[in-house]
């Protein structure tokens, strides 16, 4: 998430309460996770495990809960008891919960063309582009952004929290909700069927590449980077985090794991699942998902145990 305009490093720090380790001059251009972060972001980390991969990303500021570390050139430390407490408190005010009691936010962007049909839902920020089709009971939660010649079907919800919880055994509550302040992305020329569901970014965005097209019941998860043209059958479910590139098919009911890349033009035969990044250009099937032709020889084998088995009892007795 980027803030709307730079805030210096002694503003972040007073806000959270946290003493300040390197220039308090710099400046912090938004706040993000370890994986999306960019230079001038601030980013958290709390266990010891993260901390040097956290100091030598990109991030230029550090909320951490120890000094006994070496400061990368040209970064700064704030440091606090509870980072997570103190990554909470800044989602908080810059992007605080909106309870609205109307349908469609009067600041909404809808472009010419564009069909809203009843009962849709429009949030803070939403920007929805020209010649689209949004059906009924439709949820564009606060800060998506849809393309040109967008189709959603009736039921879907585009914009809906993270699954995603900060975890730790030492206390009442184990999974403490990391709160969403990114959003979702659609390119132009997708449609979306009914009933699905795409969650924001937790810190960035969840992407739909130009020309998607998603069958009903679909789940993606957050920050999950979806290609161009892609093809995803009914009941397909993405965890966050995932790349899959263009051209890619997931035909019903394929699960894919978090943090995976599925190459282009990839082809997911039904109720496969994916533990592992896959190649792209190949067709794969089965849990774990290999390359299909390679499942059908096993199962060709699988099929056949019974059958050696006898002829294995038969040998032995004839001994």
């Known amino acids: 998430m980027k803030f709307q305009q730079p805030v210096s490093t002694k503003w972040i720090a007073d806000l959270i309460n946290a003493e300040t380790i390197g220039s308090t001059a710099l400046q912090a251009y938004g706040i993000n996770e370890l994986h999306k972060v960019e230079h001038g972001d601030l980013c958290f980390v709390d266990h010891p495990k993260y901390y040097y ?45 909106h309870a609205t009691q109307q349908l469609q936010n009067e600041n909404a962007i809808v472009g010419e063309g564009t069909v809203i049909m009843p009962n849709v839902f429009i949030g803070v920020d939403v920007k929805i582009g020209n010649n689209c089709i949004i059906h009924p009971n439709v949820m564009l939660l ?122 282009e033009n990839a082809v997911i035969l039904a109720q496969s699942g994916v533990p592992s990044s896959l190649d792209g250009n190949k067709i794969y099937f089965g849990y774990p998902a290999v390359e299909a032709q390679s499942k059908r020889k096993e199962l060709v084998w699988i099929k056949r145990i019974p059958e050696i088995w006898e002829k294995l009892k038969q040998l032995t007795s004839g001994k």
């Open 142 to 263: 606060d800060y998506t952004e849809i393309g040109d010649n967008v189709i959603i079907q009736s039921g879907t919800v585009i914009g809906s929290d993270a699954f995603y919880y900060n975890t730790k055994k030492n206390r009442d509550v184990w999974y403490k909700k990391m709160q969403s302040c990114g959003n979702v992305i659609i390119e132009d020329d997708v449609e979306i069927g009914a009933n699905c569901t795409i969650d924001r970014g937790v810190t960035a965005s969840t992407q739909i590449g130009k020309g998607t097209k998603m069958d009903n019941l679909v789940h993606i998860g957050h920050d999950t980077m979806v290609g161009k043209n892609c093809l995803f059958a009914a009941q397909v479910g993405i965890a966050g985090a995932c790349v899959i590139e263009d051209g890619v098919t997931l035909w019903g009911q394929v699960g894919v794991s978090k943090t995976l890349t599925i190459g």
């Open 53 to 97: 991969r956290c100091l030598n990303s990109a991030a230029s500021h550090i909320i951490i809960n120890t000094k006994d570390v070496t400061i990368p050139e040209g970064k700064d430390l704030l440091v606090v008891d509870d980072p997570f407490e103190a990554y909470l408190k800044i989602i908080n005010h810059f992007r605080p919960f």
